[in-house]
């Protein structure tokens, strides 16, 4: 286990298990309710929603983006992306988080006072923004026939992003994501 001032550092693996515990739902399986939620209303309807979700083996993750089918936006679709990477392909200077008051998002936050308005959303790039995460999107259109009913495609990406629906929390994961990649070798872009 590496060392910092002479304080052991937690491991990949324990630093990998305690995101999936506490970010990734485990709900009905006596854990975290998750925190990879990504909502906007407009006039306080769901307009867009997301639940994202993460699985790893070493040093690769794979991100599950399930689109919200109650949302207006996506009412006649079911919708999933994966995107997979290697956490040694990730810019730790490029991990940058950004909050968002969702009540200025039209969200009603008056209704109880255990709504936690706060989201946030920790971006990142892959080192010299390579094109280094593979996409899959799959999409169904419910009420389409023939060969629009379902639309699938690949592609990679440079940037992506975990959805969080708590800031205290976002501190937290944010610095276990910055030490994930760390003890992979994530590295510096050269400019």
Known sequence: MPKTNDVAQPSLSETLEWMDNTY?????????????TREYFVDSNLWRGETVSFAYHDCTLTLRV??????????????????TFNLGDIDPDSI????????????????????NCDSETIDFETRNQAPLINRFHHIVYWKATGTDHIRQ????SFLSSFPLDN????KRFEAAFRHAVDLCGGKKSTY
């Open 24 to 36: 990734n739902s485990h709900e009905g399986q006596g854990g975290a309710f998750g925190h990879g």
């Open 167 to 170: 800031i205290q929390y976002g």
């Open 66 to 83: 399930q689109g919200n089918p109650i949302a207006k936006e996506t009412e006649d679709r079911d919708s999933v992306t994966t995107e």
């Open 96 to 115: 940058k988080d950004f909050q968002t008051d969702s009540s200025r998002d039209g969200m009603a936050c008056s209704i109880s006072p255990m709504m």
């Open 153 to 156: 495609w690949h592609d990679k």
